[in-house]
């Protein structure tokens, strides 16, 4: 069985960093891509980062690059999120994602809440 | 950017009703699209995708069709638990866009 947990959220404050790891079991962790989607109160689903099995291609949607950085490490079976200068509009709920088959968002994890604020 | 716009915001209907929920994509996006339900307080789950391939363990009263530009998502017949919102994806283009959500709820 799949299963995605996410850890690392809180209350940061802007200017602020945090970084968001999920811990992956039940698949081969190398074998496929990952991604971490948010969702902001109330709102709607927004892709961030997207990251390949082996590591070494990332993707990143424009407002966040620069300041967040995707990476993994295949030994742990573990997925990270960097964030940097963060801003108020980056609080919500963040999802680690599995992409088993390319470009959709198959498994989910259950999501950490990151609330940036003074 | 490819813009997806789901329509209609918020569908009202009763269990047993056919559910028609629309995505419209800014620019072709061939076949793949992809349809997503998220429930109140969890995470979304796959349902649809490459237009009409059901995921695993999704109950076949969900039917996806469409190609190109115009995407539709069915409900044969609503069962309690399918009351949720309904997210559309596409996975031509960097960056991967949703819709902005179609919310059915119980009439």
């Known amino acids: 069985e799949v299963q995605l947990l996410e850890s690392g959220g809180g209350l940061v404050q802007p200017g602020g960093s945090l970084r968001l790891s999920c811990a992956a079991s039940g698949f081969t962790f190398s074998t496929y891509g990952m991604s971490w989607v948010r969702q902001a109160p109330g709102k709607g689903l927004e892709w961030v980062s997207a990251?390949?099995?082996?590591?070494?291609?990332?993707y990143y949607a424009d407002s966040v690059k620069g300041r967040f950085t995707i990476s993994r490490d295949n030994s742990k079976n573990t997925l990270y999120l960097q964030m940097n200068s963060l801003r108020a509009e980056d609080t919500a709920v963040y999802y680690c994602?599995?992409?088993?088959?390319?470009?959709?968002?198959?498994?989910w994890g259950q999501g950490t809440r990151v609330s940036v604020s003074s | 950017e490819i813009v997806l716009t789901q329509s209609p915001a918020t569908l009202s209907l009763s269990p047993g009703e056919r559910a028609t929920l629309s995505c419209r994509a800014s620019?072709?996006?061939?076949?793949?699209l992809a349809w997503y339900q998220q429930k109140p307080g969890q995470a979304p789950r796959l349902l649809i995708y490459d237009a009409s391939n059901r995921a695993t363990g999704i109950p076949a009263r969900f039917s996806g069709s469409g190609s190109g530009t115009d995407f539709t998502l069915t409900i044969s017949s609503l069962e309690p638990e399918d009351f949720a919102v309904y997210y559309c994806q596409q996975r031509i283009n960097w960056p991967r866009t949703f819709g902005q959500g179609t919310k059915l709820e119980i009439k």
């Open positions: 994602v599995l992409i088993a088959v390319p470009g959709y968002f198959h498994y």
């Open positions: 990251i390949s099995g082996g590591g070494d291609v990332t």
């Open positions: 620019q072709s996006v061939s076949r793949y």
